[in-house]
């Protein structure tokens, strides 16, 4: 469970991060950077579609800053992953609620 989100500061089981990461269901990937760091495109998360989550919630930002390319979306359609994507205050809310009632996935941009 995702226990606080404050601009730059997530913490999911008692670990407080304070840089970009992935939450998959075996591990978590941080410090998580993309290729271009406020567009997603499909390769940043290459783990994820491996994973093949049946849920993938994407948290955009404090501000909903990071743009999600037309590519991620398809991507997960073709793989029949569901994407939630919103602002990361509201994306941590959804992961919480969705935990443990599937195989999820999370990938959150914790800054702007």
């Given at each position: 469970m995702i226990e606080h989100y404050s601009f730059g500061r997530l913490t999911f089981q008692g670990q407080t991060y304070s840089s970009d990461l992935i939450i998959l269901p075996q591990k978590i990937i941080h410090p998580w950077w993309r290729q271009s760091g406020h567009k997603l495109?499909?390769?940043?998360?290459?783990?994820?579609?491996?994973?093949?989550?049946?849920?993938?919630?994407?948290?955009?930002?404090?501000?909903?800053?990071?743009?999600?390319?037309?590519?991620?979306?398809?991507?997960?359609?073709?793989?029949?992953?569901?994407?939630?994507?919103?602002?990361?205050?509201?994306?941590?809310?959804?992961?919480?609620?969705?935990?443990?009632?599937q195989k999820l996935a999370g990938a959150f941009h914790l800054t702007c």
């Open positions: 495109v499909a390769a940043d998360i290459e783990a994820v579609w491996i994973e093949q989550p049946e849920t993938l919630v994407i948290g955009t930002g404090f501000f909903g800053l990071m743009k999600v390319s037309p590519e991620v979306i398809d991507r997960a359609a073709e793989l029949n992953i569901r994407l939630v994507i919103e602002k990361t205050s509201r994306a941590v809310k959804t992961f919480n609620s969705l935990l443990g009632h």
